[in-house]
């Protein structure tokens, strides 16, 4: 399966890379086409790739961890964290003096969200508990971004907390892509050794603990992970949800439900499903590009509401 | 006297008397948006709230058509004369406006003077000629002037003509970066200080693409205080369209 999923990432790619406003830049036949290929959609399409990549992985990742089918970044609050923590940075000009400062904001809003939610989880109250943190965490997030935006100088700030909200990797030049990319990259690799650990948790941190996992280490590599890619692909991108929810959702039969399992086809899975939806926003004829995380949310809230339907409470009780 | 829009500020501070104008706007306290800001920062600033007008009590109250219908009943009810002055997006409604304020406030002559001296650099700057090139304006959330829109007809002026309009655009739209590149325009106008306080919305001011484009492009920063109103300051505008464009 991961072969074909491969291919169809490595076919979404080139698509996303063919397909713009300006059509065939190439027919220009100059550097601005040159300009237009590498300097606009190299970036898009890269960051689609890699955005698409974390999203699904960090899904996948928080679903086995938590035990929980509906934990999505964006659902339960990581993404909305990192993106305040990334508006911070940005509106206080603090990105513009130190380029890395974007990133590592956004990150370190994402770990500082995930370590709650854990903490939650600990608890022990399960499912109905992570969803309300996650909703806690989604409404002081959107209100403190609000606040920062109206803080700014810039009088276009406060406008802009729609769109930034709504998320889009439109006109990102590559300076975006190489300050986020190595944090993806690195985060991606944290997680993608704890497959095996992760079988191991969803039989229960008891048993996992019995079958030699060391529970606490492996709890902080797994926050530094998610944090490191949700807080990255959001710091560029702004929150763009429910690819974490379905990337997973798609594959999980197909792995025999192995949380690990479905690491690497989660990832890829929603590599295709960013860099599809963005092609798709492109080509949209609205009067202005639509948002990319319009578009997956209109995609995916109703998968959201299926899986909860789906569930009957079986899950939800507990 | 009292008036509550930017660009009726700008005109009210060049017409009334020293005594007349007791408020403007807050916007126009704001040397981003206001070329006059330093004369506003001296008056009270107004905000759309009734009391706040009130408290000045101003005989006459000037605000933009389209302003929100409580807020002139209540401005009424108060024993508060209101005169509606339409939004204009051209140099020859600007001079219109100007003449309707001018009478309003009696003070005719300031009004023919100002308008005379306008018709006067408007002569001196219009390019004769021939368009020497196309050219694209650039605003904050990929926003860009088209068809209809004062920009557009002082790059028209200046001898350029618009990317926007051409594409089909009204007199507010979006264009990508990758619309405006392929269109290859000349001249690319934008606010090279927008995005000192950075926004998303402005960054695009620094983009590599844009930066890649210069190189075949003239690139002309217009502050956006030049451009936001029709009036007198536009002529700023079109002086640095032309000296871009040598």
Not at chain 1, 10 to 38: D, F, H, K, M, Q
Not at chain 1, 248 to 263: D, M, Q
Request: proline share 4%; with cysteine.
């Amino acid at each position: 399966m991961n072969r074909w999923l491969l291919l169809l990432v490595a076919a979404l790619y080139l698509l996303s890379l063919a397909v713009g406003p300006a059509w065939w830049p190439w027919r220009l036949g100059n550097e601005v086409g040159w300009t237009i290929v590498w300097e606009l959609r190299v970036p898009r399409a890269t960051l689609g790739l890699l955005i698409g990549g974390v999203l699904g992985l960090s899904g996948a990742v928080l679903q086995g961890w938590l035990r929980n089918p509906l934990a999505e970044p964006g659902v339960i609050g990581v993404s909305a964290c990192a993106g305040f923590a990334a508006v911070c940075a940005f509106y206080s000009g603090l990105a513009a003096a130190f380029v890395l400062a974007l990133p590592l904001a956004g990150i370190a809003g994402a770990a500082i969200a995930v370590a709650l939610l854990m903490g939650a989880v600990r608890s022990g109250t399960g499912t109905v508990s992570l969803l309300l943190m996650g909703v806690a965490i989604n409404a002081i997030a959107a209100a403190l971004i609000s606040l920062v935006l109206a803080l700014s100088p810039n009088p276009f700030a406060y406008q802009e907390i729609s769109l930034w909200l709504a998320g889009s990797i439109v006109d990102r030049d590559l300076r975006y892509l190489a300050i986020a990319a190595p944090f993806m990259i690195v985060g991606a690799a944290i997680v993608l050794g704890a497959g095996r650990w992760l079988d191991a948790l969803s039989l229960g941190e008891d048993t996992a603990r019995s079958l030699g996992a060391d529970t606490r280490s492996l709890g902080l590599r797994l926050t530094l992970g998610v944090g490191l890619m949700v807080g990255a692909a959001t710091s560029v991108a702004g929150v763009i949800g429910f690819v974490g929810l379905i990337a997973p959702h798609l594959i999980r039969a197909r792995v025999g439900f192995r949380p690990g399992g479905t690491l690497v086809p989660s990832m890829l899975v929603g590599a295709a499903l960013v860099l599809g939806a963005d092609t798709v926003v492109r080509l949209l004829p609205t009067a202005s590009e639509l948002q990319l995380g319009v578009f997956t949310s209109l995609v995916g809230a109703p998968f959201l509401v299926r899986a909860v339907r789906k569930a009957h409470g079986a899950w939800l009780a507990t | 006297m009292v008036t509550l829009n930017l660009c009726l500020d700008q005109m009210a501070l060049r017409l009334a008397a020293p005594d007349q104008l007791v408020g403007v706007s807050y916007l126009s306290q704001d040397p981003r948006l206001s070329v006059l800001a330093d004369r506003a920062a001296a008056l009270p600033p107004v905000r759309d709230s009734v009391e706040s007008i009130l408290i000045l009590r101003p005989d006459l109250v000037i605000l933009g058509q389209g302003s929100h219908a409580r807020l002139k009943r209540l401005l009424r009810d108060a024993g508060v004369r209101v005169l509606e002055l339409p939004w204009a997006t051209s140099i020859g409604e600007a001079e219109t406006v100007i003449e309707q304020m001018a009478a309003a406030l009696g003070r005719e002559d300031v009004g023919r003077s100002l308008i005379a001296g306008m018709r006067e650099q408007r002569r001196q700057l219009a390019w004769k000629g021939a368009p020497r090139g196309t050219a694209v304006y650039l605003e904050a959330n990929r926003g860009t002037s088209g068809k209809g829109s004062l920009m557009d007809e002082l790059l028209r002026l200046s001898g350029y003509r618009n990317l926007a309009s051409e594409l089909g655009i009204g007199s507010f739209g979006r264009l990508s970066l990758e619309t405006v590149l392929a269109g290859q325009p000349d001249l690319v106008v934008l606010d090279g200080t927008a995005n000192d306080n950075p926004a998303r919305a402005t960054e695009f001011v620094g983009h590599h693409a844009l930066l890649a484009l210069a190189g075949q492009a003239k690139l002309a920063s217009v502050p956006t205080k030049y451009s936001i109103c029709a009036g007198p300051d536009n002529f700023e505008t079109m002086r640095r369209l032309a000296e871009a464009g040598r």
